[in-house]
């Protein structure tokens, strides 16, 4: 079974891994760069002491050799790893230091090799012996011998110099490896709790428990986009469930009046309370009629996915198209003192025929029910370059701005009286928008109580 983990734990662990690959990278880079820079310190160095060495040596020569003071320059210099042996002409010994102390040169020369190979096991040196001349006045004074390790060696001094480079590179890694465990912690606690807030909400959201995460937003862009994105899609199934209660109530109500009524008309005829006649039979029909259009209005709900549209385009005149919807009610316009004017322009556009019929039919249908006697419905066609729209406009009884954003959802009523007049179940206008939408047009609806609505239409041509 493979194993988890928090995120807290888990970014720690890449925290400290990761300062653990940085140390370990720096620490090599840096060794390999003051590594060679310390050979060619060594190197240098080495040159710089035998060019001086071998200077002070021939300052000790005046009709005659100092020996008291070149002894002690070569104990100095033994010091420093360097063995001299001085000869004057005919190469006459002045002063050679393995005569001198032959044990402390084996000493000094075997220590330096032994710190050398531990240092560096890869470390390939040899003793060797230079000569250089000594000259005073152009003339040949004598020459010195200088015996060292070559190609480099360090000292006692930089053996500790690098020792206490090394010791502070690991504290230094202990110190950056402690920062990264708190720093990791600290940083996974933050991460971890809005995250766990949207752990909640989700469950939450799984068991119909709608509740928001506290706006208590942090510095991380993702976060607060996923804070958001839960928050709103709280708000939304809040909202649909709400729908989806209130369909339940419109339905059940639309349902009860119609079958109500024809249960009691069947049963006073079945008990010859009342008589079998036109009338009553017209009576039934229509409530037959308002039943079958709930439950058609119910069946088109699926059209409200653009996905399950299949649209068959072809080139129409959009102004025939508006002016056979326009048709269908004009006796009721007529009937009830409303004016529907239309100014009409040819032009062609690639559609679905049917569908935009459609889409005419419900907004001028949801334009007829929210008029008043002695309004007035405009419909108006706006050739643009690249789009036409179609503008339905009223001066009916408008809309609130609570309800102004949810008119194109599923099942949403701004009228909640269950008017049988302005009623229904709330589905014409989700239909409207999905079939827009499956065109790439847009709608957009704007209103004002007692002032009317205007819904605008675009489709690309």
Same mark, same amino acid.
């Given at each position: ?30 060794? !390999? ?7 060619? !310190? ?26 008291? +003071? ?27 230091? =393995? ?76 110190? =950056? ?8 912690? !600290? ?112 069946? +088109? ?27 269908? =009610?004009?006796?009721? =316009?007529?009937?009830? +003192? ?124």
């Amino acid at each position: 079974m493979r194993r988890m983990y928090t995120i807290r734990s888990k970014l720690s662990l890449s925290y400290i891994v990761y300062i653990l690959l940085f140390i370990l990278f720096v620490g090599v880079i840096s060794n !390999y760069i003051i590594k060679n820079e310390f050979k060619e !310190y060594s190197k240098k160095k080495l040159e710089n002491q035998i060019t001086q060495i071998t200077r002070q040596i021939n300052n000790q020569y005046n009709d005659g050799w100092n020996v008291d +003071n070149i002894k002690v320059i070569g104990s100095n210099a033994l010091e420093n790893g360097l063995i001299i042996s001085v000869y004057g002409t005919n190469n006459k010994t002045i002063w050679d230091a =393995f005569v001198h102390n032959g044990h402390q040169c084996s000493m000094v020369i075997d220590g330096i090799a032994t710190m050398m190979i531990e240092h560096d096991p890869n470390w390939k040196g040899k003793f060797v012996v230079k000569e250089f001349p000594l000259t005073q006045s152009n003339a040949n004074i004598g020459s010195i011998h200088i015996g060292y390790l070559s190609p480099y060696f360090y000292t006692e001094t930089e053996f500790a110099f690098l020792s206490t480079l090394n010791t502070l590179y690991i504290i230094a890694s202990i110190i =950056f490896v402690s920062m990264a465990l708190v720093l990791g912690a !600290y940083i996974a606690k933050r991460l971890a709790m809005p995250l766990n807030k949207v752990v909640k909400a989700t469950t939450n959201l799984s068991q119909g428990i709608y509740e928001k995460i506290p706006s208590d937003e942090t510095n991380i862009i993702e976060i607060n986009k996923l804070t958001n994105s839960i928050n709103s899609l709280s708000t939304t199934l809040a909202n649909q469930e709400a729908l989806r209660k209130q369909l339940t109530s419109d339905v059940t109500h639309e349902l009860r009046t119609p079958l109500s009524t024809l249960q009691a008309h069947f049963e006073a005829m079945l008990d010859g309370v009342i008589e079998v006649d036109q009338k009553q039979l017209n009576s039934l029909h229509d409530e037959i009629i308002r039943l079958n259009k709930i439950v058609s209005d119910l069946d +088109n709900s699926t059209l409200i996915d653009q996905n399950n549209l299949t649209l068959n385009k072809q080139t129409i005149n959009i102004s025939d198209l508006i002016e056979k919807a326009i048709n269908i =009610f004009k006796i009721q =316009f007529s009937s009830e +003192n409303k004016t529907l004017n239309f100014d009409r322009e040819n032009i062609l556009i690639y559609v679905d025929k049917d569908k935009i019929y459609q889409v005419l039919i419900n907004l001028i249908s949801n334009a007829l029910k929210h008029t008043k006697e002695n309004d007035l419905v405009k419909i108006t066609v706006i050739n643009e370059k690249e789009q036409i729209k179609i503008v339905v406009k009223d001066t009916g009884t408008g809309i609130s701005v609570t309800d102004l954003p949810h008119i194109f959802e599923r099942f949403y009523r701004a009228d909640k009286s269950r008017n049988r007049k302005t009623g229904g179940t709330g589905i014409g206008l989700s239909i409207v928008k999905s079939i827009v939408l499956a065109h790439n047009g847009k709608i957009i609806a704007e209103s004002k109580i007692g002032e009317g609505t205007q819904i605008t239409v675009s489709l690309p041509k």
